[in-house]
């Protein structure tokens, strides 16, 4: 059986009666969508959504970093003035 990542849930059949109910019961917290007892989906504030993205990008954005780091050496400076 999963694990329930958050401290509300509700059924399908509960998001399909009133979306924008449970939405506001769960005050901000993630909900975890259960189809027959197990988690479906996780319903989160758009808010949260979209932080999540940034951080995933910046994350990203430092694995690319890291893995270029040997490049550095091969790096050829420019001055800006000279462009």
């Known amino acids: ?5 958050a401290s509300c849930s509700a059924s399908i059949s509960e ?3 009133n979306p ?3 939405i506001e019961k769960s ?4 909900v ?7 988690p479906t989906a996780y319903l989160i504030p758009a808010d949260t ?11 990203q954005l430092g694995q690319i970093v ?11 400076e420019v001055d800006i003035y000279e462009l």
Do not use: C, F, W
């Not at 059986?1 to 990542?5: A, D, I, N």
């Not at 959504?49 to 994350?59: T, V």
């Open 15 to 17: 998001l399909k009666k």
């Open 49 to 59: 959504y979209e932080m999540i993205m940034e951080r995933l990008e910046d994350y």
């Open 1 to 5: 059986m999963k694990s329930v990542l």
């Open 66 to 76: 890291s893995e270029r780091q040997h490049e550095k050496i091969e790096a050829v």
């Open 27 to 30: 005050e901000g917290e993630p």
């Open 20 to 22: 924008s109910a449970l």
């Open 32 to 38: 975890a969508i259960l189809n027959h007892n197990t």
